[in-house]
T-cell receptor, first 111, second 115 residues
Framework: GESVGLHLPTLSVQEGDNSIINCAYSNSASDYFIWYKQESGKGPQFIID?????DKRQGQRVTVLLNKTVKHLSLQIAATQPGDSAVYFC??????????FGGGTRLMVKP | EAQVTQNPRYLITVTGKKLTVTCSQN?????MSWYRQDPGLGLRQIYY???????DKGDVPEGYKVSRKEKRNFPLILESPSPNQTSLYFC??????????????FGSGTRLTVV
């Protein structure tokens, strides 16, 4: 598959444990944040989003937390599974349809 | 199946030889966009289009052109490719109902090498 990044931060977790992936953003004017998952050889896949007027949003096995005070975003994955192994990107929008992506974190799930 | 289709998947070309990477979506999406992905730099937006005949520059538009003559297609054109355009390219589309990123569907990528 395609390499999506050779120098990514890596998070290694045991199968069944919870994972927390962090992202710092720089622009306080960003009003919308998205987490994407990218598996080897594939394009990014939408996971969950959150608007700037919220601080938490839950999906199926995933939770996104937003701390606007410190410009920090996190993605929590409950009961991590081998299929969760991928590169995870946060993205922010500063203006309409202008997505700005973070550098990505590689999640490795150990069986 | 709802999808974004990019072609070709892999391309090796020489400096200065014009090329086009095609992108087509079957979801009747208004918004389409091109990104390049480089190690350590994440995905950076090249160009985007909000509708037919409406295009705008993203973060890294230099050396690229796009066109949006019809809703489903959004080709990326490199008039005179250079080695620094060697990258992994992704096309994406969105219904853009709220103007944000939810529902963005990405293609499978085009690996371009310019020698």
């Amino acid at each position: 598959g395609e390499s999506v990044g050779l120098h990514l931060p890596t998070l290694s977790v045991q199968e069944g444990d919870n994972s927390i992936i962090n992202c710092a953003y720089s622009n306080s004017a960003s009003d919308y944040f998205i987490w994407y998952k990218q598996e080897s050889g594939k394009g990014p896949q939408f996971i969950i989003d959150i608007r700037s007027n919220m601080d938490k949003r839950q999906g199926q096995r995933v939770t996104v937390l937003l701390n606007k005070t410190v410009k920090h975003l996190s993605l929590q994955i409950a009961a991590t599974q081998p299929g969760d192994s991928a590169v995870y990107f946060c993205a922010e929008t500063r203006r309409r349809n202008m997505l700005t992506f973070g550098g990505g974190t590689r999640l490795m799930v150990k069986p | 199946e709802a999808q974004v289709t990019q072609n070709p998947r892999y391309l090796i070309t020489v400096t200065g030889k014009k090329l086009t990477v095609t992108c087509s979506q079957n979801m009747n999406h208004e918004y389409m966009s091109w990104y390049r992905q480089d190690p350590g730099l994440g995905l950076r937006q090249i160009y985007y289009s909000m509708n037919v005949e409406v295009t705008d520059k993203g973060d890294v538009p230099e050396g690229y052109k796009v066109s949006r003559k019809e809703k489903r297609n959004f080709p990326l054109i490199l008039e005179s490719p250079s080695p620094n355009q060697t990258s992994l390219y992704f096309c994406a589309s969105s219904s853009g109902l709220t103007g944000h990123g939810e529902g963005y569907t990405f293609g499978s990528g085009t690996r371009l090498t310019v020698v």
